[in-house]
């Protein structure tokens, strides 16, 4: 047979005209594009690659965009986007930037949110079948979701829902065995024995929430998945479909290292290595790193430290190795950031000593159990923010800068906001000690800078500013991250004769007001913090200093869903430069 011109696939109108011979050519063809352009790009590998003749006999069966899918995550949608008139953007090297990696309604009506968190598609779908049987539409609704997401618990609270339609509402369940990391919860066992049995064994979990099941043994096979997705088409009551799936189909050293692979940098399609390996020797260290050896050798010193995750290890440092050595005392939830949250402070609660580490995108999932069940009961958890920054990740459903307005404004909640590798470590060891109140500690970046002349203290939980260097007239305030920068500008002021006094604030959810009431006949105070002004550190210092002489300039970011920013356009845009600072104070001094 001869190729498909790839090209020609404008929209699913385009492969519905195919044969079955012609549409497993084409699922080789797509599979085929996507290594080469993840090989060159980078991306979500292994999550793409084993949705290939899934999305094929989805598009193939149903009547996009009339016919509604919602894909959980959707980070396993660039086959998706390939079908839905973006080939362009997976065959031409100078446009694998126009999309992103998630569905985004912008680019096409054939994708519905704007997704890049797990387990809501379910409940998400459950409205848009409410929605048509209010108005008496027939159009079908799918849910796409793998079963690494069904361990969050608004999927759970999705299907429950679901179940009670009574109308036509199709739930597709890709198990792949895998979350990012091996899936964890008892639910894996019911998923596991699913398997094992083809489909027969009784309890079913989705049998017992009211939904009808069906079970494809091969979900890369598109025979079945097309006879399947035909038999639902139309159902008039809720149903699963649960598909076994490979992870990594295709590539086969995805295939047999699924955690490595499910994002990866641009990497040899041969060998599967980095086309960029880190030298060991010369890459500087990273906080996730950092984090894990200090916490091997705390929960080694004491039995009743436990580190936890929710469902994302390798950003804490924990490969498979340390997973192991840590043994009992590493847990992973499993994408469940509520349940990490309240196991922590039930933990707490019990006389452990629990340390929960999160993505700082994804803490925010479990804002009310931070608020209720730790703050407001003050259980004495610490828990480590990663990628808190706007040089973080930079998609719009990935932004990094919104924690601290978040969580630093909750009471009774000490939110630390270290400068160096320093001051992480001593920040982390006395939060693992002390047993009053809740922490959070932000890293400050990826790369563990050091500053050994960093004045550490003893004793973090009352607010205690260090004056790095004493001037007058103006005063910068670096939070965090920021504070490099602030040193940075000091320096540059020093040159043109200003004397500057620093300060590196530490704790970002109280007051220095002894250090704050120095300032007050300043003639400019600045601050500046990796997170959105809105909320965040520098309007506190404001506000303190409302009716004081002073003038107060408050420098972060923007309170907007960012895509795909440029780091250094966006730290020019805020004014966030060394050399920007220091224009700004030298303004406020004339």
């Not at 001869?2 to 080789?28: F, V, Y």
């Not at 994408?335 to 580490?357: H, T, W, Y």
């Not at 200093?545 to 920013?565: C, D, H, I, S, W």
Request: include cysteine; proline fraction near 4%.
């Amino acid at each position: 047979m001869e190729g498909i011109d790839l090209s020609e696939i404008k929209s699913p109108a385009d492969i519905r005209k195919m044969n079955l011979s012609e549409l497993t050519q084409l699922a080789a063809e797509l599979r085929g594009t996507l290594l080469k352009k993840l090989s060159a790009h980078g991306g979500h590998i292994g999550p793409n690659l084993g949705m290939v003749e899934a999305v094929i006999a989805l598009h193939y069966v149903f009547d996009t965009p009339e016919d509604k899918i919602v894909f959980d995550v959707s980070h396993q949608t660039y086959p998706h986007k390939m079908i839905t008139g973006r080939m362009e953007a997976f065959t031409d090297p100078a446009h694998y930037d126009d999309v992103t990696g998630y569905t985004n309604p912008a680019e096409s009506e054939y994708d519905l949110y704007s997704l890049g968190h797990t387990s809501s598609a379910v409940a998400l779908a459950a409205g848009l079948a409410k929605a048509r049987d209010l108005q008496g539409g027939k159009e079908n609704v799918v849910a796409v979701i793998g079963d690494g997401s069904l361990s969050g618990g608004v999927a759970f609270e999705g299907l429950d829902y679901g179940a009670t339609l009574g109308t036509n509402f199709i739930v597709v369940v890709n198990d792949n065995q895998m979350s990012i990391a091996e899936n964890h919860g008892g639910i894996y066992a019911d998923l596991r024995l699913l398997r094992n049995t083809n489909g027969t064994a009784e309890p079913n979990l989705f049998r017992a929430m009211g939904y009808a099941y069906r079970y494809v043994n091969y979900g890369n096979d598109l025979k079945s998945l097309i006879e399947m997705f035909r038999a639902v088409k139309d159902i008039d009551h809720p149903v699963v479909v649960h598909l076994n799936t490979m992870k990594g189909m295709g590539l086969p050293v995805a295939e047999a290292n699924k955690e490595a692979f499910h994002f990866s940098g641009p990497f040899d399609l041969k060998s599967g290595a980095p086309l960029h390996e880190d030298n060991p020797v010369t890459e500087p260290e990273d906080y996730s790193d950092l984090f894990a050896k200090e916490m091997l050798q705390k929960m080694k010193a004491d039995s009743k430290v436990v580190t936890i995750t929710a469902g994302t290890p390798g950003v804490l440092g924990f490969d498979k190795a340390r997973r192991q050595e840590a043994g009992r005392q590493f847990v992973d939830v499993g994408i469940a950031e509520q349940a990490a949250v309240d196991l922590a402070s039930g933990l707490a609660k019990g006389g452990a000593r629990p340390v929960a580490g999160f993505v700082s995108s994804f803490l925010q999932r479990a804002y009310d159990q931070f608020s209720q069940d730790i703050a407001l009961n003050r259980q004495a958890a610490t828990f480590v923010v990663f990628y808190g920054s706007m040089f973080g990740m930079n998609d719009e459903t990935h932004l990094g800068f919104f924690d601290i307005a978040l969580l630093s404004n909750i009471p009774d909640l000490l939110f630390l906001a270290p400068t160096c590798k320093e001051e992480f470590q001593s920040m982390l060891d006395w939060s693992v000690r002390q047993t009053e109140l809740p922490v959070v500690i932000r890293t400050p970046g990826s790369t563990a800078v050091s500053n050994p002349e960093i004045k550490v203290l003893d004793d973090y939980s009352k607010p205690q500013y260090e004056i790095v260097r004493q001037g007058a007239d103006v005063a910068l305030i670096g939070a965090g991250a920021m504070f490099g920068f602030m040193s940075q500008a000091a320096d540059l002021l020093a040159k043109e004769g200003v004397n500057v006094t620093l300060i590196n604030p530490r704790n970002l959810s109280q007051l220095d007001t002894d250090a704050l009431d120095a300032l007050k006949d300043y003639k400019t105070v600045i601050t500046a913090e990796d997170g959105i002004i809105d909320g965040g550190f520098g309007q506190k210092v404001a506000s303190y200093l409302g009716e004081a002489p002073v003038k107060v300039v408050n420098l972060g970011l923007p309170k907007e869903f960012l895509n795909r920013y440029d780091y250094s356009e966006l730290q020019k845009r805020c004014g966030l430069t060394p050399e920007q600072i220091a224009a700004k104070a030298m303004a406020s001094l004339k």
